[in-house]
């Protein structure tokens, strides 16, 4: 059984491009989780999501970054006209239908120059 | 608000000596509680968990951890470390067996292994 899948791993974009980040959760699980690790911080909340639903956004920026979860395909998150303080490891975690231990891909470390 | 502090940002440990990991929570509800463990650019592994039952948890790794409620604890601890045990360990607390239980983490402990 595959664990969650983040892409890519390592991600460079210069100031006021776009960054998309994927997540893959694990098989069975429909719930996903996006949380954001500063440097030298501990990791931070971000997003919830469901199938086709977001259900707890209150950790998200409130410009510039989006989530999806789509009927078909990986989670997305989404930050568009990056800075160079959104430079941090975003980690996604799944977790299965009934909640519960919430498993964490290896991230995506993006750098914005 | 919940919350979870980690009093200790460095640990430096001897190779064979025991190591503890100490966290403080404020939950207003009964704490689902973890511990996982990073290793440099790496992503998050969970060495347990707690949900109910007997405080001592045993988790991966040779790693446990007791719930102490009157304390709003939840320690980590191994009795003999090696070299391997060296990276960034996290505390985190979330709504017990909740759906959608995001969670509040600590702002890490590192731990050094000296020979």
């Known amino acids: 059984n595959a664990g969650v899948m983040q892409n890519p791993r390592h991600l460079v974009r210069r100031r006021g491009q776009e960054a998309r980040l994927r997540c893959s959760p694990m098989?069975?699980?429909?719930?996903v989780y996006w949380y954001r690790q500063l440097p030298e911080e501990g990791l931070k909340f971000m997003v919830y999501l469901q199938k086709e639903n977001i259900i707890d956004e209150s950790g998200m920026p409130k410009e510039r970054f989006s989530a999806e979860f789509p009927k078909e395909g990986p989670s997305i998150l989404r930050i568009q006209q990056v800075v160079r303080g959104d430079s941090a490891a975003y980690f996604c975690?799944?977790?299965?239908?009934?909640?519960?231990?919430?498993?964490f891909g290896p991230g995506t470390r993006l750098l914005v120059l | 608000a919940q919350s979870v502090t980690q009093p200790d940002i460095h640990i430096t440990v001897s190779e064979g000596a025991s190591l503890e990991l100490r966290c403080n929570y404020s939950y207003g509800a009964t704490p689902y509680l973890f511990w996982y463990v990073q290793s440099p650019g790496q992503g998050l592994q969970l060495l347990l968990k707690?949900?109910?039952?007997?405080?001592l948890v045993q988790g991966i790794k040779g790693f446990e951890a007791e719930f102490k409620r009157s304390q709003s604890s939840f320690n980590l601890r191994k009795p003999s470390v090696h070299w391997s045990d060296a990276a960034e360990y996290f505390c985190a607390v979330g709504a017990l067996q909740a759906a959608g239980n995001k969670l509040t983490f600590g702002g890490g402990t590192r731990v050094l292994v000296k020979p």
């Open positions: 098989k069975g699980h429909s719930h």
């Open positions: 975690a799944s977790s299965p239908p009934e909640g519960g231990t919430q498993y």
């Open positions: 707690y949900f109910s039952g007997d405080t």
